[in-house]
């Protein structure tokens, strides 16, 4: 337990009506600084950076893993890590570069479901190497491409970058991504993060890194470590933590959706511990395959703010689009036009954060109507959606 927790825990101790004391450390969609249990993965990474410790650059790489294996978490921690014990110095736009004599790599984690588009990649990369901030905006792709290549053309120059959640709707494509960076290659290595078998790609690096799923006792303790830091004392117990792993199959983010969605429930019937019931209801709040919790936060505020409308409608209120966008539409605290909530719950629906799924039961003649079901854990969306700024 770190600093911080133990602070939150003396602060609210003999409060029993003080539940969830850190969302932070039950949130699915953040990550601990040090990986539970991912050792042999972290060695294997380890000996593919090696080079580094030589002077050199790594060959790309593609590391991938299922949905809840902790991919982005094991890389952020490798890169943070490697940055903290290999500092180096970064130099502002236009200014005298100062080398590293060792040939050190600057390390950044690109989060692809942010930087979407070839501006972006090059923005967030550029601004991850330089003191001075790279504008978002007012300049054009090419402008931005020019400097990242002006910076990366002196040898010492050079920049290993993680590239995660590639393959994705909205996301690049592993063959996009090599594409885009390809041009700077003699400076610049990548580790692109996905879920697809490398048997399923086209084309891929030379290394290629399996994160597996967990194995029920790693989960265990990642569900144990992060309830202890979470929730009050005696909130869940252990037998409760294995049920909820038994049903999540590996997947950390799901196992940790269902036990923040428990602790919500208990939260709201002003339980100060999680009981039997509490951790039925939570797993029923994930769906199975889920959306990652991560990439609902990745949307807009204003997409956002129709999907928490979304998850409080019931079955009638739902019943088709047109129904479903009429009441989001009218609710007070959304100011977005029928056209506009319409429009956003489609493209919500062909990414696949939410489903339509025909009502069959829907009386009269023609095709029937399609009512709207969300893909990710409703119950922790909406509790950290509500939670103050």
Known sequence: MDLRSRIRRRQHSGNDAQL??????????????????RGPVLEQLLDYTDPIFHGQLPSHAYVWGPSGSGKSAVITALLTQLDRLLCRSR??????TRARPDGTPAFVYVDARRARSDFGLYQTILDSVLEESVPEHGVGVDAISSWLSEHLEPRENRVLVAVDHVGEPDTYSLSELAGTLSPLNDSLSWIAVGRSPPDDLPEIPPEHIEIPAYDDHVLVDILTERASDGLSQRAVTHEQLRRIVRWGEGNAHNALAALLSAASVAVAHNRSRVIDEDIQTGMDAVPRPSVSLARVLCLSQNRQSVLRQLVDLDDTERASVDTTTETIAQTSGVNLSEATVKRFLYELAETGIIERVTNDTSPGIGR???RLEPRFPTLVFRQLYDLPS
């Open 91 to 96: 130099t502002a736009i236009h200014t005298t």
């Open 20 to 37: 969830i004391l850190d969302y932070d450390a039950v949130n699915p969609a953040v990550h601990v600084e040090e990986p539970t249990g």
């Open 368 to 370: 029937p109507p399609s």
